[in-house]
Antibody, heavy 120, light 108 residues
Framework: EVQLVESGGGLVQPGGSLRLSCAAS????????MHWVRQAPGKGLVWVSR????????SYADSVKGRFTISRDNAKNTLYLQMNSLRAEDTAVYYC?????????????WGQGTLVTVSS | DIQMTQSPSSLSASVGDRVTITCRAS??????LAWYQQKPGKVPKLLIY???TLQSGVPSRFSGSGSGTDFTLTISSLQPEDVATYYC??????????FGQGTKVEIK
């Protein structure tokens, strides 16, 4: 059974940093592109970032470019999102999601999400 | 960047009704279009990928169509358990993988 379990969310002050983790199991993690998607309270889904299977290629939404860094450790079956210079508008539930074995694939499994609150 | 526009933003229909949601891309995306269902308080779930391919386990009352810039999600006979917000997403290999703004479906 495919499982994605996020952790690392919490309350952080504006300008602060946080690192999210997503532990994957039930599939060959090193073969899949992975994504982060966020959802502000009461709002819609927003794609944040993606990383290819070996970690050599990454992409970001303009709203987080230069502040967030996606990475992965295939030996630990774990996806990360390092978030720096956090702003109030980054407050959201952050989901990790599995893509495909290629870049052009839908997100077929999602974690339960971890809440990040940016507030003083 | 390619924009994804859904309509309507919300709808109310009776049990058994046929429901159609539209998603329009600002540029052609071939069939790289997915639909997701998010029930209140729950995690998004993939319903349809490649514009018209039903994800395993999804009821056959859901269907998708379209290619290029115009896409539709149809629920052939609305059920109470279909109350949710539905999102389209483009996933051709050029990021960002933009979502539509969502369509909230309620029972009348």
């Amino acid at each position: 059974e495919v499982q994605l379990v996020e952790s690392g969310g919490g309350l952080v002050q504006p300008g602060g940093s946080l690192r999210l983790s997503c532990a994957a199991s039930g599939f060959t993690f090193s073969s899949y592109w992975m994504h982060w998607v966020r959802q502000a309270p009461g709002k819609g889904l927003v794609w944040v970032s993606r990383i290819n299977s070996d970690g050599s290629s990454t992409s970001y939404a303009d709203s987080v470019k230069g502040r967030f860094t996606i990475s992965r450790d295939n030996a630990k079956n774990t996806l990360y999102l390092q978030m720096n210079s956090l702003r109030a508008e980054d407050t959201a539930v952050y989901y990790c999601a599995r893509g495909g074995r290629i870049a052009a694939a839908a997100l077929d499994y999602w974690g339960q999400g971890t809440l990040v609150t940016v507030s003083s | 960047d390619i924009q994804m526009t859904q309509s309507p933003s919300s709808l109310s229909a009776s049990v058994g009704d046929r429901v159609t949601i539209t998603c329009r891309a600002s540029q052609g995306i071939s069939n790289y279009l997915a639909w997701y269902q998010q029930k209140p308080g729950k995690v998004p779930k993939l319903l349809i990928y490649a514009a018209s391919t039903l994800q395993s386990g999804v009821p056959s009352r859901f269907s998708g169509s379209g290619s290029g810039t115009d896409f539709t999600l149809t629920i052939s006979s609305l059920q109470p358990e279909d109350v949710a917000t539905y999102y389209c997403q483009k996933y051709n290999s050029a990021p960002p993988y933009t979502f539509g703004q969502g369509t909230k479906v309620e029972i009348k």
